[in-house]
């Protein structure tokens, strides 16, 4: 069975260019994650998908952040425009019927 | 306001022995306690999890205790290998499952 899969790996890109990440979580799973992890930290919550609809966003800075997950399966976070404080890696993850989250490896982003 | 606690920030320990890393936390409500293991450049894998009505849970080598008075739980890394050297961060989450993680503590274990 293939794991949640993250594309690109890495990106590095100027400030105040755009920059879009790509998930695809793993088949059947209904609840997709993105978590944001800085150097040294663990994860922290952006946003919480069920299904389409976006059930936890309270952690998304709306003002430059923006997801979506059209027909319930692929997802993509988009940030525009990038400042150097968003360097990190962002993590996807799906979750299916028991409370286990598999993660995928992550978009490492360099901002310059 | 730090909800999950962790420590120690870094460990090192010899080849065959016992690594300990504990976690404290501040939410009642949490009602589920896992424990995820990074490699560098991959995601955090479930290593191990527990929830608050029993007080250890043994998988293998690895062990949670964990002390609902107290509000604390550890993981025990029984005969320590290279292969376990990683992050492994403790984390807690709600019935909502928004899942708190700690800061990450880096073992290194020593061949």
């Known amino acids: 069975e293939a794991g949640v899969v993250q594309s690109p790996r890495y990106k590095i890109i100027e400030k105040k260019q755009p920059v879009a990440f790509w998930c695809n979580p793993i088949s059947g799973h209904n609840t997709l994650y993105w978590y944001l992890q800085n150097l040294g930290q663990g994860p922290e919550l952006l946003i919480r998908?069920?299904?389409?609809?976006?059930?936890?966003d309270s952690q998304l800075p709306k003002d430059r952040f923006s997801a979506e997950r059209l027909k319930g399966v692929d997802s993509t976070l988009k940030i525009q425009p990038a400042e150097l404080g968003d360097s990190a890696v962002y993590l996807c993850a799906s979750r299916g019927d028991d409370n286990e989250q598999f993660f995928g490896p992550g978009t490492r982003l360099t901002v310059l | 306001q730090q909800q999950v606690k962790q420590s120690p920030q870094s460990l090192i320990v010899q080849k065959g022995g016992i690594s300990i890393i504990n976690c404290a936390y501040e939410?009642?409500?949490?009602?589920?306690f896992p424990w995820y293991q990074q490699f560098p450049g991959k995601g955090p894998a479930l290593l191990i999890a527990?929830?608050?009505?029993?007080s250890e849970k043994k998988e293998g080598r690895f062990t949670i205790s964990f002390n609902k008075s107290a509000k604390q739980f550890s993981l025990h890394i029984m005969d320590s290998q290279p292969g376990d050297s990683a992050t492994y961060f403790c984390a807690a989450s709600m019935r909502d499952d928004k899942i708190i993680f700690g800061k990450g503590t880096r073992l290194h274990i020593l061949p």
């Open positions: 527990i929830r608050p009505d029993v």
């Open positions: 939410n009642t409500a949490f009602d589920y």
């Open positions: 998908y069920e299904n389409e609809e976006a059930v936890d």
